[in-house]
Structures are given as structure tokens and as C-alpha cells.
């Protein structure tokens, strides 16, 4: 079960990979849809029928190395199993590799984002999501799907932009003028490409990208916990990724939200792609060409 199907161990060893792709499997804070616990595995699964060729890039960015790890299991309370996760993610970050963590319900990225901040300075996050995920608690608890950003801009106080959110709360409406974030709201962007750089250009040098997955418009993903209305497009969001990745140093990802449901693969496929995408934009300046021509040069390359 590597990502993408890699057999070659020279390729998917941990040893020798560039990028650990990490599964984990957790819903403990659901409030709408659920199967997102089964996301992860089916994910995988689906990579294993993709092109490792990207026509973009013209490369093949498996050939870095790509590791996947065995799933990360559930916990119980959510603070356990946050503790579990953010130790976790410190042994993997502290490796080197790039780390690309796969969920999952979105609460899973707050510990990972928190051992990425341990480790590299003037970091930023850039969120893809439908939702600003900025409330104190929801349920009970400060570890909600509700509260991932929270967690990222009160506590850690690391800047942010938000990109493709469409649903907020009274509360949340309230204390934005207050955090360190930028939103770039769904009806403002949709069907445009103008607002790429200026989403870009308010980050730092080192920036997180977490996506949660209902950030795109649900006629692409309705597999999804909560699939509001009204999302980024396919293009649009390769796009912003694409502009992201040749102007900043990306040092690490993670894609949530995805929710299992038998029979309908093709949701997971787009997380798959999605995922393999980024790492090709990513790694492009260290990747070779298939075709031939210039490696694409970035910030930070």
C-alpha cells in the first residue's frame, strides 16, 4: 500500500525517500458527515492507479523517493490523541524528509503544523478549505475540526491566508480583524486566477500548506464532511498551489476532510492526484526532465 503504488525499494524505502507520506486514521470530533477515519487508506489506494508522469512538470517526482508510513490509528479523548500526534510528527519532521501527512478529519493538522514550527523559523500557513476553522472550541473541545486554525493562529501565532472559505461563524466573523490572517473569500476568487500572487505574496519564506479537501467546490468532491457550496475549481487550485510553490519554500503539507464511502472512488482519486500534484510543484527545481527543456527555478531553490 505505498503511495502511488511504488514498488521499487530504492524509491519507497524510508531510508532513501525524499518525502514520507504519513496516513492517519481519525473522525473523534465529526459533527456532520463521517467516514473521513477511512479517508487516508482509501487515498492511498487510489494513488495506485495514477500517471507518475505529470505532463506539467514534465517529470516524475516519485523518483525522489517516496515513503508511506503504516496509518496512524485513532485515540481516544482528543487530547490523547493530539499528544500521540504531534510526537509523532516531531520524529518525522526532525528526519529532514518532507512530510506529507494524509487525514482524517482537519484537526489532525494542528499538531503537525505545531512540530513543522518547532523547526523552521518565519513560518506561515497557507489553508485551502471552505471553512476558517477559527472557533475557540466546538463540542466541548479545542481540538475540533472547528478549531485547526485557532490552534494555528492564537496559539502557535503563526500568519495565515485562507483561501476559498465560504462559511463562518457570528464569532469567528467578529475576532478575524484581530488574528494574523488573511482570508481570500469563495465569492471573491471563484472562476479567477488574479488573486494567486497577492494570496502568495502575504506569506512567509517557510509556509505549511494544509488542505482540507471540501475547500473545493463539492461537484468535484461531495465526499466530504461538510460539502458547502460554491468551491475553488480544479485549475484554480492547482494554480494557487503552482504560484505557491515557485515563489515560497513549501516544508510541508497535509490534505484532510476526504470522507470514505464505498463505491465511490473517484473523490479519492482527486485527493491522490491532488497530493501527487503539489509534490510535483514542489520538487520541480529538483526533479528531471522526461522531455527535456529548463528545470523551473523558485525562491529558496
Not at 11 to 39: D, I, K, N, Q
Amino acid at each position: 500500500m505505498n503511495f502511488g503504488g511504488i514498488e521499487d525499494e530504492a524509491l519507497s524505502s524510508f531510508e532513501r525517500a525524499r518525502v514520507v507520506v504519513w496516513p492517519v486514521s481519525y473522525e473523534g470530533t465529526v459533527s456532520y458527515g463521517t467516514g473521513t477515519g477511512a479517508g487516508a487508506k482509501a487515498i492511498i489506494d487510489a494513488s495506485r492507479n495514477m500517471e507518475l508522469y505529470d505532463e506539467e512538470t514534465d517529470a516524475e517526482v516519485y523518483r525522489l523517493g517516496i515513503h508511506t508510513t503504516v496509518v496512524t490509528p485513532p485515540a481516544e479523548p482528543p487530547e490523547a490523541m493530539m499528544k500521540g500526534l504531534l510526537a509523532r510528527a516531531r520524529e518525522l519532521v526532525s528526519t529532514g524528509k518532507f512530510v506529507c501527512m494524509i487525514g482524517g478529519e482537519h484537526s489532525v493538522s494542528a499538531p503537525v503544523i505545531q512540530a513543522h514550527a518547532e523547526r523552521y523559523e518565519n513560518l506561515s500557513v497557507l489553508q485551502i478549505d471552505a471553512h476558517a476553522d477559527l472557533r475557540d472550541t466546538y463540542d466541548g473541545t479545542p481540538h475540533s475540526h472547528a478549531s485547526i486554525m485557532a490552534r494555528v493562529v492564537k496559539d502557535l501565532r503563526l500568519p495565515a491566508v485562507q483561501v476559498g472559505i465560504r462559511s463562518v461563524s457570528a464569532d469567528e466573523a467578529r475576532a478575524i480583524d484581530t488574528l494574523p490572517t488573511r482570508i481570500f473569500w469563495a465569492k471573491d476568487i471563484a472562476g479567477r486566477n488574479d488573486w494567486w500572487e497577492r494570496a502568495v505574496s502575504s506569506l512567509t519564506e517557510n509556509v505549511y500548506l494544509t488542505i482540507d479537501i471540501d475547500g473545493l467546490d463539492p461537484s468535484l468532491v461531495a465526499q466530504t464532511g461538510t460539502p458547502e457550496p460554491g468551491g475553488l475549481g480544479w485549475y484554480e487550485t492547482l494554480g494557487l498551489i503552482r504560484t505557491l510553490a515557485r515563489a515560497r519554500r513549501v516544508v510541508g503539507m497535509d490534505l484532510t476532510e476526504y470522507s470514505y464511502v464505498e463505491g465511490f472512488s473517484a473523490s479519492a482519486f482527486l485527493c491522490a492526484k491532488l497530493i501527487y500534484k503539489s509534490l510535483a510543484y514542489i520538487f520541480e527545481a529538483e526533479t528531471e526532465r522526461v522531455r527535456g527543456g529548463e528545470r523551473a527555478s523558485r525562491v529558496g531553490a
